[in-house]
């Protein structure tokens, strides 16, 4: 799309592109090296100011932090699939004693800001160890959406799919299992994975609840006044951690969106439509 | 194939980052260690064959070994981790090693759990912790939720402000002026009931050195809590903050433990009396807070 | 319904806090992200490159960190002193354009490209290709996502209650102070989030049904 808003540049075009490019690329520069001067002058960019990464002990807590987060990720995550899966195939149900709850039960914690329900499952409930609070909100807000996902990626399979599959016998379990899961699977991936780094950064919100992950570990070395607060420099480390992670799933979701098309005997989907698909299910986060 | 070779890159660098490490602690360290000339640290003698009959939370510190002790991490002389080598020390600190001795657990295997003011009564119901030392003021509305062994030590509200401050000598200063505590924290609950600045100019944050932080920015103007936590803070960066004014308040502080423990409650007062009595909490308290000078009182213990 | 009721000096400003954080960011990141979005299809290279870094930093960085960085490290820079709440603005405001921006460009990839061609065969501009022929259109597929981007906004809004601001999630601090029951407190705040969540659902699902047929 991008592609047909605008010609390609005739010699006049790309001279004033050029100066859009020079001028908003030094405006930027310029933004970005005022910041930098500035917190050079705030001396947040001295060589001691970084000392405290040299440090066994800092580097050791830095990992274990980094180990609770994606603890609380991995548990939150497979959690919050099957509650996905199971509360789908709820609203999908054909009997209202089941769709009905689900959609209520769906509903409401999609609703409810997830900072509430881990102060609930914390403050209210005393769940005991914060991981628990922590991966259960998580895991009901998660789910949540991600059942959301499931259920219009179900729903966007072509109608002729599932009318074909009765046409020659088969059960609903049948269909949904054989016919439209694996079907809707590939055009879900994006969002499921997007979904997914939402939760990875959610978990950040642990440190409201004295769960010590990253940046509880970030907001407790950024204050150590024997290091000068370092906090640009933690904030800098931590920042890159998460960036990474979050890219390596994404990164993860392309290779197997990749694979999934390869494998395809008739590749009907273009990139672009999947790029749609991710777009009706927004991540919300 | 790309993703293996991110794995592996990002596990040999983790490998790198791990394997450099340097220990020890930089220099102008401002955590008292008791290394430097003055009073030594005593050594607490493990009991041996404790049982408090009655008492659920002690079968639990047997079960899992020795007791989880929920502490501050970032109040020197009180409850401070040294950053560097990961040890906890000061005056609450040594509270917490000395009752575990006395429970008949090596103080070494006790298991540190730092939790921020507005957390503590939480952990303790959760079980989270097994008792918490941690400037812990004894107040009616916590007794709800636990219950409280000593008073310990007895510390008053204050105000820690920038050392070139001149225009706060005391809290009726206060009014217009930005003032941070913690969340959570009885300080913040009396400024907000004596009034002593607008309610849009108090700043609730986390920790107090989040608090201490933007006081060394300029975002506020003062930090109030406890005067024995403030002394801290200003003995690490002498040249930027001071304590000032007259303390405006009765701070008790207790170890916290779960509600209905009665067993373990009377033991550990009995424990801390002990310490009182034999001249260990005079030592305690002159390795710990006792080098800045200043002396204390040794409070009355209520028994409840 | 008393914790409601003996509260409501608490429950009521809180809330309206939680509003104003909302409606301040929601038009912040309705802009910046729109104007982002643009630039990730201008013709030029660089701005583009801009956009996409914008994009890839923001949206995969933990919201929370943001806050820490207009709290603590934002002073720094020696600017306009930001007040608690208006940092939290800022930083919701940064954080949701990311995703703003993604959804706007996602929708006018959905605008047939016949539509681009026409306008640029009758000789429409960039800028006016995509202000009177591209972005109407897109709106059809754009505001579903957006007013669940949104929801996420305003659910977002109770990490401020971490840095000092007094909204609707910190009201559960205030609770366990005056001694009423958190639990209960909770729910309500939480019954108040579904009060404001459930008429943006039914806008969305209403305009869903609406625009599916038109397709």
């Known amino acids: ?285 | 194939m790309k993703i293996r070779t991110l794995v592996v890159g990002l596990m040999v660098s983790g490998l790198a980052l791990t394997a450099c490490g340097k220990e020890g602690s930089p220099t102008g360290s401002g955590s008292g260690d008791g290394g430097d000339g003055g009073a030594q640290l005593p050594t607490y003698e493990v009991a041996q064959d404790v049982s408090v009959e009655g008492s659920p939370t002690f079968a639990k510190m047997q079960q899992s070994g020795g007791p989880i002790v929920g502490v501050k991490e970032d109040q020197p002389g009180l409850g401070y981790k040294d950053p560097t080598t990961g040890e906890y020390s000061g005056f609450d600190i040594e509270i917490a090693r000395l009752v575990s001795a006395k429970l008949g657990f090596d103080p070494e295997k006790m298991q540190y759990k730092a939790v921020p003011s507005a957390g503590r009564e939480q952990a303790i119901v959760n079980g989270d912790v097994h008792y918490y030392v941690g400037t812990y003021t004894i107040n009616d509305k916590r007794k709800e939720q636990i219950s409280f062994a000593g008073p310990y030590f007895v510390a008053g509200q204050g105000l820690l402000v920038a050392k070139d401050n001149n225009d706060i000598q005391g809290k009726e200063d206060l009014q217009g002026k930005k003032v941070c505590s913690v969340s959570g924290s009885t300080p913040i609950q009396r400024v907000r009931e004596e009034n002593l600045t607008q309610d849009s100019n108090i700043v609730e944050l986390q920790t107090y050195s989040q608090c201490v932080t933007q006081l060394t920015q300029g975002q506020v103007d003062a930090v109030t809590t406890d005067d024995a936590i403030l002394k801290g803070y200003a003995a690490q960066e002498p040249d930027k903050l001071k304590v000032v004014g007259d303390t405006f308040s009765d701070e008790p502080y207790g170890i916290g433990l779960p509600k209905n423990d009665k067993a373990l409650r009377d033991k550990v007062n009995d424990i801390l009396q002990e310490a009182m009595d034999d001249g260990t909490w005079q030592k305690i308290y002159d390795a710990t807070l006792g080098k800045s000078g200043a002396s204390a009182e040794m409070p009355t213990i209520d028994r409840y | 319904m008393e914790v409601l009721l003996d509260n409501l000096d608490l429950y009521g400003p809180g809330f309206l806090n939680t509003i104003k954080l909302f409606a301040l960011s929601a038009v912040g990141s309705l802009v910046l992200g729109t104007a982002l979005a643009m630039l990730r299809v201008s013709p030029v290279p660089v701005l583009r490159a801009a956009g996409t870094t914008y994009v890839t930093l923001f949206r995969n960085t933990p919201l929370t960190l943001l806050f820490f960085f207009f709290v603590f490290a934002y002073p720094l820079l020696e600017l306009v002193q930001l007040s608690y709440f208006q940092a939290a603005v800022v930083a919701l405001t940064l954080y949701t354009t990311a995703f703003v921006c993604e959804v706007v460009r996602s929708g006018i990839n959905t605008v047939p490209v016949g539509q681009a061609e026409a306008a640029r065969a009758v000789g429409l501009t960039f800028g006016q290709t995509l202000a009177t022929i591209v972005l109407p259109q897109a709106t059809r597929s754009v505001v579903p996502p957006m007013i669940s981007t949104m929801i996420a906004l305003l659910k977002n809004t109770t990490i401020a209650a971490g840095f000092s601001v007094v909204e609707a999630g910190a009201i559960q601090n205030y609770l366990s102070e005056r001694g009423y029951s958190v639990l209960v407190g909770l729910l309500w705040v939480a019954l108040g989030f579904v009060i404001l969540v459930i008429p943006l659902t039914q806008v969305q699902r209403a305009l869903e049904r609406r625009w599916k047929v038109a397709r």
Not at chain 1, 192 to 212: H, P, R, W
Request: aromatic share 10%.
């Open chain 1, 1 to 285: 799309m991008s592609s047909v808003l605008f010609d390609v540049p005739g010699p006049k075009a790309r001279v004033r592109h050029n100066v859009y490019a020079v001028l908003g690329g030094s405006a930027i520069v310029a933004l970005l090296a005022f910041i930098v001067f500035q917190f050079a002058k705030a001396g947040q960019f001295d060589a001691d100011m970084w000392e405290w990464i040299q440090y066994e002990q800092v580097q050791l807590q830095l990992v274990a932090a980094l180990g609770n987060t994606l603890r609380a990720f991995a548990a939150g995550a497979v959690l919050a699939l099957l509650f996905g899966a199971i509360f789908a195939a709820g609203r999908l149900s054909d009997h209202a004693i089941f769709r009905v709850p689900s959609t209520i039960i769906v509903e409401f914690f999609r609703a409810v800001p997830l900072v509430v329900m881990i102060f609930f499952f914390h403050y209210g409930l005393s769940l005991g160890a914060p991981f628990y609070s922590v991966v259960i909100g998580l895991t009901l807000y998660n789910g949540s959406v991600l059942a959301e996902v499931f259920r219009a990626g179900i729903l966007s399979l072509p109608k002729g799919q599932s009318e074909a599959a009765y046409a020659v016998g088969m059960r609903k379990s049948q269909v949904m299992r054989l016919v439209l899961l694996p079907q809707s699977l590939r055009a879900m991936l994006p969002a499921i994975i997007s979904q997914l780094v939402v939760l990875l950064k959610d978990t950040a919100l642990g440190f409201l609840i004295t769960y010590e992950e990253l940046i509880r570990e970030a907001r407790y070395l950024g204050g150590i006044a024997e290091f000068g607060r370092p906090f640009i420099p933690v904030a800098i480390v931590v920042g890159v951690v998460y960036i990474a992670m979050c890219l390596a799933l994404t990164a993860l979701a392309k290779y197997l969106e990749g694979r999934n098309r390869r494998n395809r005997k008739a590749p009907t989907e273009t990139p672009k439509d999947a790029d749609e698909k991710v777009l009706t299910h927004e991540p919300m986060g």
